[in-house]
């Protein structure tokens, strides 16, 4: 190409208008191959650029996360990030250090114990017991807080504060709350609501569980105090506290069992009349209502429900002349023995409900005191030794209450509890001692106002 009217002086180039239009055209062709490789130059260097800054702000958030428990230095490390990645956000918008996210939720959770760590301090400086609440409200953050690493200061502060709190009157107050709710020790619980009533305003959440508790009727504490005692495994907690609560059932459902005539499984009045011969023709009302009461003679026929099984029937007529045998209205030389074979026959036929009933029956308008007395004897003898069935259970309670000599009902229930929870008591022997004398009363016997906390170890 000639530029012949092209004039180049110092610092000027003169040319007219054709020379100007081929210049234009050679210089874009200049720049077709030169500015793509220029801009290729660039962006290549601008990404690396932004990588390196990246790494560079990633190692020192990842630093700061290494120490842990370094709250400045993860703060510096996040700072840095602005300043570091500069103008080039907006040539790379949301490019930031991969590790960013995680490094501010870090810092947001050590911010945390620093606030805790000024205010520990503050109440620290105070007398506990004015600060009580608020110590209780830190110590317990400090808690929730335990995953989150700490400095040795820090977990210094809350070891001070948590004794502090411990030491204090209503911390020591509130402990014992804790402890005694734990085991459901009414004594204790009692006692420490008591002290704390001392203290004017004080209260706390186990003091106030405390209180609803002992607020409620008995049979309900009783029956926490069951589940108590089996979470603890304290059996004998768990027998004196089911003994307890049956004699409140029974209290306050006398009424649904009594009299034995509402038992649902006895036989009609009139079908036990007409046992007898001599009933078909006359004297049937009578004989009915005689079910129940004394007689002179032995049942007519068996007291519960069990017709269509005549050797259950004859095995109760059996039971009826055993227990007329011991109580001396039968002839017989060996009353101990009676009243092994009245036993040994209600087991050997089921009949455990039909021998209470039997034994019942006869001590019902017994006109001869000391029939009545061998009466009483023959049924310690029995509860030691034949459980009733669940449905007649609570009968039984029931008419040991309303008719046990003396009003000791609680004796003839420990009867029942000794075999409930323990064993039998075969000799005839022994358990007339029992029933007559007291002598190896037994040990599942309670009074209502016994101790009923935990069993010592």
């Known amino acids: 190409q000639e530029f012949k009217d092209v004039v180049f002086g110092k610092t000027m180039v003169l040319y007219r208008t054709a020379e100007y239009s081929t210049l234009e055209l050679l210089r874009n062709l200049a720049l077709e191959s030169v500015i793509p490789k220029m801009q290729a130059a660039m962006r290549g260097h601008l990404a690396r650029e932004i990588k390196r800054r990246c790494f560079k702000l990633r190692d020192g958030i990842d630093a700061a996360l290494k120490k842990q428990n370094d709250l400045d230095m993860l703060i510096a490390a996040i700072e840095a990030v602005g300043p570091t990645i500069a103008e080039m956000k907006d040539l790379f918008p949301g490019i930031l250090p991969l590790n960013l996210e995680a490094g501010k939720k870090h810092r947001d959770d050590l911010q945390k114990w620093r606030d805790l760590e000024h205010e520990l301090e503050t109440l620290l400086n105070q007398d506990a017991n004015d600060v009580y609440y608020d110590l209780a409200k830190a110590t317990d953050r400090a808690e929730d807080l335990r995953a989150i690493p700490q400095t040795d200061k820090q977990m210094g502060l809350v070891e001070e504060a948590l004794s502090a709190r411990a030491n204090c009157e209503r911390g020591k107050i509130d402990n014992e709350a804790k402890d005694c709710l734990a085991v459901l020790d009414p004594d204790r619980m009692n006692a420490v609501v008591e002290r704390a009533g001392k203290i004017a305003g004080h209260t706390s959440r186990e003091l106030e569980e405390i209180k609803e508790k002992l607020a409620l009727p008995e049979i309900d504490f009783v029956q926490l105090e069951i589940e ?61 209502q005689e079910m129940l009461l004394w007689t002179k003679p032995g049942s007519l026929t068996s007291l519960t429900n069990i017709t269509g099984n005549p050797a259950q029937v004859k095995a109760a007529k059996q039971i009826s002349k055993f227990v007329r045998q011991y109580m001396g209205e039968k002839k017989f030389p060996e009353p101990d023995e009676a009243a092994r074979q009245l036993v040994a026959t209600a087991q050997q036929n089921s009949l455990q409900d039909e021998a209470m009933l039997q034994v019942f029956k006869q001590l019902n308008n017994n006109p001869n005191p000391e029939s009545v007395t061998k009466g009483w004897q023959l049924l310690g003898y029995v509860l030691l030794n034949l459980r009733p069935s669940e449905d007649f259970e ?19 229930n420990s009867f029942m509890h000794t075999l409930q929870y323990g064993k039998a008591v075969n000799s005839v022997g022994e358990a007339v001692k029992m029933v007559r004398d007291g002598e190896g009363r037994s040990r599942f016997s309670i009074t209502a106002e016994e101790r009923t906390g935990p069993t010592a170890a």
């Open 228 to 288: 108590k005692a089996k979470e603890m495994g304290d059996e004998k907690r768990r027998i004196h506290r089911e003994i307890r609560y049956k004699e409140l059932f029974i209290e306050q459902n006398e009424r649904q069992y009594s009299p034995l005539s509402s038992y649902s499984k006895l036989r009609e009045p009139m079908e036990y009349a007409k046992a007898s011969f001599l009933a078909k023709f006359m004297g049937a009302e009578k004989k009915a």
């Open 394 to 412: 609570n009968f039984v309670y029931v008419y040991l209450k309303q008719n046990a000599p003396e009003n000791d009902y609680r004796r003839y």
